[in-house]
Structures are given as structure tokens and as C-alpha cells.
């Protein structure tokens, strides 16, 4: 079945820097990919996905690129905010499937004014 | 819109007692869901209800039983709870489990076992 690993797992940045965070998935079947931001205390909310046939999609200071033949894909923050602060998992999925969600392990980000 | 929601919000159980955690969403969505998050382990799913009326086993369903009450209401039971089960609750809700779905997740239960 297919596995999700993420890196880092922590890290931390200056307000105003840039943010990667990376995945790599072993299902070359999968074609989904959400990312999702986790405040304390709150559930997880979608904030970006991108689907196997787009190479890159962008929503202002986020992007997410996906590079099908190495099996990787990262989350790109830019212009890091405070508010930025927050736990974040990426996940795969054959066929888009909500039931077979597959999340990373978590990469909990700190920026620092 | 509340969106989903989930009681309790902490619970303390002692092994071999058992719970129900409730779970409701008010987006008319038909599928509902239930993961666990641990630390370093990320959320994995327990149980899933595609739509009224079904459920189905995720990843790691042992040790819990599922009722898909209604379309609104999706509640999570442990029989006789384990140390293993201590965690955090999430459920979640989406329009179907089709191509694409947005999950929307509660605000989690977090549960100890002593």
C-alpha cells in the first residue's frame, strides 16, 4: 500500500523567509496530493492540493510542486507570517479517494518575528 | 454553519472501560470519517461511512466499532479501552469519497487511557 514520508519534522524560520517542506510517496498509482494546516488546538484544514497531471500550482504565498517520476512532492511557503505557525501534513491518494488518504507524519513549522 | 463537530473534548478512561465519541456535521455531506493522530505517526484512519448506511474498516480499525446514526451523526465506540487507544480523535466529513473531495475535520477529542 502506499506509504507517505515527510521532512522535516520541525522548522524553523525568520518572518519573511521562505518555508519547504518535502514528501515522498511510494504508490506510483497515486494521483492526489492535499497538504493540510494544523493550529493548536484545532483540526486540520486544506490548504493547497495539486493532482498528478500539474506539475506546480500556486494560491498566493503557497505552492506545491509534484515531480511524478521521483515520486516527491513539496509545499513552498514564501514571505513567511507568524500566523504561518502551525503543524503541516501532506497526503496521497490513488484516484483521489478520501478513504485512502495517506498523510505524512507532520512537519510543525515556526516563524519567528 | 458550526461545520463539524465532535464531544467530548477530553476524555480520561481507565482500561476496560467504554465511550462513545460523537461526532455531527451540518454541510449535508455524505461521507463521514474517523482517524487517530499519535505523535510522529501522523492521522491514520479507524473507520469510514461512505454514505448512509455503510461503513467500512481503514487502516487501523481494531478495537472500535463505527454507527452511522444518520446522515448528520457518525459516532466512534471503544468496547473496552487499552493504553494503545490513548490519542487524538478526529472526525472529519466530505461531499462523497469520489475524486477530489475536500475532508473537513473536527476540532478532535483527545482521549486518555490510564
Known amino acids: 500500500g502506499e506509504n507517505v514520508e515527510q521532512h522535516p519534522s520541525t522548522l524553523s524560520v525568520q518572518e519573511g523567509d521562505s518555508a519547504v517542506i518535502k514528501c515522498t510517496y511510494s504508490?506510483?498509482?497515486?494521483?492526489?496530493f492535499p497538504w493540510y494546516k494544523q493550529e493548536l488546538g484545532k483540526g486540520p484544514q486544506l490548504i493547497i492540493d495539486?493532482?498528478?497531471?500539474?506539475g506546480e500550482k500556486k494560491d498566493q504565498r503557497i505552492a506545491v510542486t509534484l515531480n511524478k517520476t521521483a515520486k516527491h512532492f513539496s509545499l513552498h511557503i514564501t514571505e513567511t507570517q507568524p500566523e504561518d505557525s502551525a503543524v503541516y501534513f501532506c497526503?496521497?491518494?490513488?484516484?483521489?479517494?478520501?478513504?485512502?488518504?495517506?498523510f505524512g507524519t507532520g512537519t510543525r513549522l515556526q516563524v519567528f518575528p | 454553519n458550526a461545520g463539524v463537530t465532535q464531544t467530548p473534548k477530553f476524555q480520561v478512561l481507565k482500561t476496560g472501560q467504554s465511550m462513545t465519541l460523537q461526532c455531527a456535521q451540518d454541510?449535508?455531506?455524505?461521507?463521514m470519517y474517523w482517524y487517530r493522530q499519535d505523535p510522529g505517526m501522523g492521522l491514520r484512519l479507524i473507520y469510514y461511512?461512505?454514505?448512509?448506511?455503510?461503513?467500512d474498516k481503514g487502516e487501523v480499525p481494531n478495537g472500535y466499532n463505527v454507527s452511522r446514526l444518520n446522515k448528520r451523526e457518525f459516532s466512534l465506540r471503544l468496547e473496552s479501552a487499552a493504553p494503545s487507544q490513548t490519542s487524538v480523535y478526529f472526525c472529519?466529513?466530505?461531499?462523497?469519497?469520489?475524486?477530489?473531495?475536500?475532508?473537513?475535520f473536527g476540532p478532535g477529542t483527545r482521549l486518555t487511557v490510564l
Open positions: 472529519a466529513s466530505s461531499y462523497g469519497t469520489g475524486a477530489y473531495n475536500e475532508q473537513f
Open positions: 504508490d506510483s498509482a497515486s494521483n492526489y
Open positions: 495539486i493532482r498528478s497531471n500539474v
Open positions: 497526503a496521497g491518494s490513488r484516484a483521489g479517494g478520501a478513504d485512502k488518504l495517506i
Open positions: 454541510m449535508n455531506h455524505n461521507s
Open positions: 461511512s461512505a454514505s448512509e448506511g455503510t461503513t
